[in-house]
């Protein structure tokens, strides 16, 4: 859970945004959500993507603070800190089966 603190801690400031608990879970349908509180929920799979990959959902779900949707605005806010976020979302829906079949580890 570190790890997605710690980046979640990085990013934030840069999007002008603060947040509160941080949870990784074993999401099955979600890589990751906001609630209007500002906990952040995440797979503990994103911990196996690359780190450009992770560091977009933490930036994707940190600018629902900023835009508690899936708006142009929202889509704006993204790409300020993550420009190639399309390559990225490419990515999960490529190789996320095999990241969802992965066992936790102990």
Same mark, same amino acid.
């Given at each position: %859970?570190?790890?997605f603190? #710690?980046r979640?801690e990085?990013?934030?400031p840069?999007?002008?945004? =603060?947040?509160?608990?941080?949870s990784?879970?074993? $999401?099955?349908t979600?890589w990751?959500s ?8 995440f ?6 993507a690359?780190d450009?990959?992770l ?10 603070r900023? $835009? %508690?949707n899936?708006?142009r ?9 993550c420009?190639?976020?399309r #390559?990225?979302r490419?990515?999960?829906?490529k190789?996320?089966?095999?990241l969802? =079949?992965?066992k936790?580890?102990?």
């Amino acid at each position: %859970m570190s790890l997605f603190r #710690s980046r979640a801690e990085y990013w934030a400031p840069y999007l002008g945004v =603060t947040f509160n608990r941080v949870s990784v879970k074993d $999401q099955r349908t979600l890589w990751g959500s906001c609630t209007r509180e500002g906990n952040l929920n995440f797979s503990w799979r994103l911990a196996l993507a690359p780190d450009p990959v992770l560091d977009y959902l933490i930036v994707h779900e940190l600018s629902h603070r900023a $835009q %508690m949707n899936h708006s142009r605005r929202f889509w704006e806010v993204v790409e300020t800190l993550c420009p190639g976020h399309r #390559s990225h979302r490419r990515w999960l829906r490529k190789n996320g089966r095999a990241l969802h =079949t992965a066992k936790r580890p102990s």
